[in-house]
């Protein structure tokens, strides 16, 4: 029987962060990916290496000094897939988020950025407006320009798994983890299940890794014995791309109901998202609903009046982010803003020394740090390993 210190459930960005954080510490791993790397959420994100400016509203600060740092990390480290881009917010005389709570906002996200060049913001000229791809100027009041960074998230994803693959990791696609038995062979080597073209096959893992992000609960439920859970919600997000391209970056604009929407170039076309509702059923049946295209399309006609014209959407994507419960809006309900935390949790349960982990939530920007902070939980459980490397001088391409 085939055997591994690490066996990782979720070809995601997490699952391929941990595996690369794991072989970069010399374990062996084997990460188990049901349908494609990057085919769950992590092709379906908005996009963004950021800071995170709008968790500075719900006073996250840590996460966004996390983020920046995180950021600035993997703008060395994968300069071919993490791009430094102009961000500019538009303030009307309509928009609740005035400009002197913008200018707070701003200039603490340039002090956790420590006010490097790419943590500044300046407030764009009148005079400039009329550069800013047909934004609409009526009643705008000010336009403020901060930088965040843009990324492929698959591609990085497969950047990730590529370098994972460079220290040994071992990936198998298109297989499906069933069941694990945790202790069975004594007290860590667990018996890990899984479906592979067609065959049930068997293998042994010290730790098991749950990184299945929307299916984080159905993985559990084919544990035995039966790990304690947390409760948590999904949130669906919708994003949709239009014809036409934006030159100048992208915008963060406040949609009727509030929220903070981004509307960005991505490939010669323009990306718009995203929305937020709470989501019930299998999450691969999660697809983007109709409302929340027209939502998505009336946020950016107000915004770019060019669209009134031509409302044509050339395709539309959902994806579903993991945040803990207790918070948010009913999926046909009103919205609200920002009502869950973003925090990332990595739960063990009861058991110690732990031999599975569950990762719940979590940012593409953050993934490397929540892998070491996975592996940090994890070592102790594991035999002692050679290390050789360290994720934060691995270059991605
Ligand atoms: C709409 C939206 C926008 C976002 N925008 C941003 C952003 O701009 N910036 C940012 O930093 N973060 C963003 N996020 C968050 C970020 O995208 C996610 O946190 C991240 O992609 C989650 O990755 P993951 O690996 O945990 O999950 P996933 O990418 O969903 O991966 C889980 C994988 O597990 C596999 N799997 C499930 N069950 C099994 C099984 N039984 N056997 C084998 N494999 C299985 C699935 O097939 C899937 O590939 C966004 C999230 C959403 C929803």
Not at 156 to 166: E, G, I, N, P, Y
Not at 205 to 231: C, D, E, F, H
Not at 312 to 338: C, E, F, H, T, Y
Not at 373 to 396: E, F, N, Q, S
């Amino acid at each position: 029987m085939e055997s591994y210190d690490l066996v990782i459930i979720g070809g995601g960005i997490h699952g391929v962060g941990v595996a690369q954080a794991a072989s970069a510490k010399g374990f062996s791993v084997m990460v188990l990916e049901q349908t494609d790397i990057a085919s769950g959420t992590s092709s379906r994100s908005s996009k963004l290496i950021h800071g995170g400016l709008r968790y500075l509203e719900s006073g996250e600060f840590s996460l966004v000094s996390e983020c920046l740092y995180e950021r600035a990390l993997l703008l060395k480290l994968a300069p071919d897939l993490v791009e430094l881009k102009p961000f500019y917010i538009p303030v009307y005389r309509y928009t609740t988020r005035r400009p002197w709570i913008l200018h707070v906002g701003l200039s603490l996200y340039a002090l956790q950025g420590r006010l490097y060049p790419a943590a500044r913001f300046c407030r764009v000229p009148q005079k400039l407006w009329k550069k800013l791809d047909g934004l609409d100027t009526a009643q705008l009041e000010v336009v403020f320009q901060y930088n965040d960074a843009q990324t492929d998230d698959a591609a990085l994803t497969h950047a990730v798994m590529r370098s994972a693959q460079q220290m040994g990791a071992q990936f198998k696609i298109s297989a499906t983890f069933t069941g694990a038995r945790l202790g069975q062979l004594g007290k860590h080597t667990n018996i890990i299940e899984y479906w592979h073209h067609d065959k049930a096959k068997t293998c042994t893992a010290g730790v098991l890794v749950n990184a299945a992000g929307p299916w984080v609960q159905q993985v559990l439920s084919r544990i035995t014995p039966t790990p304690s859970q947390l409760k948590v919600d999904l949130v669906q997000g919708a994003h949709i791309v239009v014809p036409g391209t934006l030159t100048q970056g992208v915008y963060y604009v406040e949609a009727q109901d509030k929220r903070a929407v981004f509307i960005m170039p991505w490939r010669g076309n323009t990306l718009v998202g995203t929305t937020e509702s709470t989501y019930q059923g299998d999450p691969m049946d999660v697809r983007p609903l109709p409302h929340e295209q027209d939502y998505l399309m009336k946020t950016l006609i107000n915004y770019f009046p060019r669209y009134r014209s031509e409302q044509r959407i050339l395709s539309a994507i959902a994806g579903l982010r993991v945040l803990p419960s207790g918070g948010g809006q009913n999926r046909r309900g009103a919205s609200s803003i920002n009502t869950w935390s973003r925090e990332t949790i990595l739960h063990t349960g009861r058991q110690d020394p732990p031999s599975l982990l569950t990762i719940y939530g979590g940012k593409l920007t953050t993934y490397r740090l929540t892998a070491e902070r996975v592996m940090a939980r994890m070592i102790r459980v594991l035999p002692v390993r050679k290390v050789i490397a360290d994720t934060r001088y691995l270059k991605l391409y």
